[in-house]
């Protein structure tokens, strides 16, 4: 776990690209039909609720993400669907996994849970890759430094750490585990300082 930060900054900032109304392609893990996640999420939320600064995620957002595409501008139909047949094909290959997730950590944009085991996360995003890489010379974003997590809560302003930390350390709930059988393609938006989307492909996993 990393050491927690003294203070929270916003975490809506606009990142190099975005602007309001730009969709962009990404893959994540969702959690819809995760009633134990849905669970501990509102045992979080439900403490984290009087605390200032932060948006809390709801059961329909929670995600973890994967691994970007790119704007929807800039990426072809033609390109999408043969990136997601590739994918399909790699991917049947890879068993669906379980999950767990237990106490957040704070970090200086968001309030999240660090998946467990780490493992299964990190080779369906190399499959991925690798179904990317199937169609385009260049594999965006990097390899390395990939961190499987689902946030609960983002910072929507530069504050202390501490008055998370407090709350957090009153919160008493139980892990909760989720089943990921498939991974999702989605149109992204952070148009409403949250991350909201629709899907374009499910992807089951083998």
Same mark, same amino acid.
């Given at each position: ?22 969709? #962009? ?5 969702? #959690?819809? *039909? ?13 403490? !984290? ?12 957002? !929670?995600? +973890? ?6 704007? =929807?501008? *800039? ?18 290959? =890879? ?56 946030? +609960? ?9 501490? +008055? ?9 709930? *139980? ?9 999702? +393609?989605? =149109? ?7 991350? *909201? ?10």
């Amino acid at each position: 776990m990393s050491t927690q930060p003294a203070r929270l900054a916003d975490h809506w900032w606009w990142r190099p690209g975005w602007r309001p109304g730009r969709r #962009f392609y990404t893959w994540h893990f969702t #959690f819809q *039909e995760s009633s134990d996640v849905h669970r501990l999420a509102g045992e979080y939320r439900e403490g !984290l609720a009087k605390v200032a600064g932060l948006d809390l995620v709801p059961d329909r957002w !929670l995600h +973890l993400t994967m691994q970007g595409l790119g704007f =929807v501008d *800039e990426v072809s139909d033609q390109d999408v669907k043969a990136i997601v047949g590739a994918a399909t094909t790699r991917l049947s290959r =890879v068993p669906a996994f379980e999950l767990s997730m237990g106490r957040p950590e704070i970090t200086p944009e968001a309030i999240r849970w660090e998946a467990s085991p780490g493992e299964p996360p990190r080779t369906v995003r190399a499959e991925i890759r690798a179904a990317i890489g199937e169609v385009w010379a260049a594999v965006p974003e990097p390899e390395d430094g990939f961190a499987p997590h689902v946030s +609960l809560a983002y910072s929507n302003a530069d504050g202390p750490a501490s +008055l998370v930390a407090k709350a957090l350390a009153g919160i008493a709930a *139980e892990p909760a585990t989720a089943r990921l059988e498939s991974v999702e +393609l989605i =149109v992204l938006n952070r148009d409403h300082r949250m991350y *909201e989307w629709e899907r374009f492909a499910r992807v089951p996993l083998g």
